[in-house]
């Protein structure tokens, strides 16, 4: 099983990539939000749990988060691998998923980031909040902040990959075919 864990600044254009790589490559997505969503909506214990914590207005806690990566690891069929988005986001969580692969007798294959720079995020959010009529993206402050705790959560996990040989850089600048073609070239070699 290979391993992708998709990294990149809001408007890196993860959403947009994704969907290819998964295509392209027999992979599972496995996106938090998603997987929250439809755990819920199954109704399963660790949706019942992450639905009460979202009510009252509490994050979910990492384990449950965890727990739903480690369910659908184990549960996938019919895949060549798993690409992970939005998990891990910290340093914990990386070890937690190297640890979970580990008592599979697997790895991560790949850290693999969509790399702009802070001027290019703000154009794209700005250009993203008016196509899609998001309000809270239209506002500066909330942008830089969001860059802000991007620059602040992520980076120590590039180091984390990195260290372990696993990261991979894509610029995220061009077309998307342009950014597509980086991205297979990258993924072809593992």
């Given at each position: 099983m290979k391993y992708y864990v998709l990294f990149g600044p809001p408007g890196a254009g993860k959403g947009t990539q994704a969907g290819a790589m998964v295509a392209r490559y027999h992979l599972c997505h496995l996106s938090t939000g998603e997987l929250l969503r439809s755990e819920i909506a199954a109704g399963t214990p660790l949706g019942i749990q992450a639905k009460a914590l979202i009510e009252n207005g509490s994050l979910v806690p990492d384990q449950v988060v965890e727990g739903m990566i480690e369910s659908r690891i184990s549960h996938a069929q019919g895949v060549e691998g798993f690409l992970l988005?939005?998990?891990?986001?910290?340093?914990?969580?990386?070890?937690?998923?190297?640890?979970?692969?580990?008592?599979r007798g697997e790895s991560v294959t790949a850290c693999v980031s969509i790399m702009i720079p802070d001027a290019t995020i703000h154009e794209r959010i700005a250009h993203r909040a008016h196509i899609e009529g998001r309000a809270d993206d239209a506002r500066e402050e909330v942008v830089e902040n969001r860059i802000q705790t991007y620059h602040a959560k992520t980076e120590p996990l590039i180091q984390y990959y990195r260290q372990n040989g696993k990261y991979e850089e894509i610029d995220g600048i061009g077309t998307i075919e342009e950014v597509q073609a980086r991205i297979f070239a990258l993924m072809d070699k593992h």
């Open positions: 988005d939005g998990f891990p986001r910290t340093i914990a969580q990386a070890q937690v998923l190297d640890q979970m692969l580990e008592k």
